[in-house]
């Protein structure tokens, strides 16, 4: 059984820096992208950032470029993101997904993502 658990949410404030981590278990982890996503209550939900199962690729949405790093430790079956110069907005359930392939990816679409977390709250807040 697939399952990917996330840790590190919590509050911080603005200007912040804080770190999420997903622990993956129950398939090959290395033979997969890895994804991590947020969803505010009423809006859909967007990919932060994904990396390719070699931890080569890494894609990072927009508001987020140069502020947020995501890496992969393939022999720990983790992924981590590490969010620096936390805005207000940041604040948001963020989930880690697996991609629905092994091999494939990364992408920034939903839909292409079969696995998720329970997800982890993050407030950026003063």
């Known amino acids: 059984e697939v399952q990917l658990v996330e840790s590190g949410g919590g509050l911080v404030q603005p200007g912040g820096s804080l770190r999420l981590s997903c622990a993956a278990s129950?398939?090959?982890?290395?033979?997969?992208?890895m994804g991590w996503f947020r969803r505010a209550p009423g809006k859909e939900r967007e990919c932060v950032a994904s990396?390719?199962?070699?931890?080569?690729?890494?894609y990072y949405g927009e508001s987020v470029t140069g502020r947020f790093t995501m890496f992969r430790d393939n022999a720990k079956s983790t992924i981590t993101l590490q969010m620096n110069s936390m805005k207000t907005e940041d604040t948001d359930v963020y989930y880690c997904?697996?991609?629905?392939?092994?091999?494939?990816?990364?992408?920034?679409?939903?839909?292409?993502?079969?696995?998720w977390g329970q997800g982890t709250q993050v407030t950026v807040s003063s």
């Open positions: 129950g398939f090959p982890f290395s033979n997969y992208a």
């Open positions: 990396i390719a199962w070699t931890g080569i690729t890494e």
């Open positions: 997904a697996r991609i629905n392939r092994a091999f494939g990816g990364p992408t920034v679409k939903v839909d292409d993502y079969d696995s």
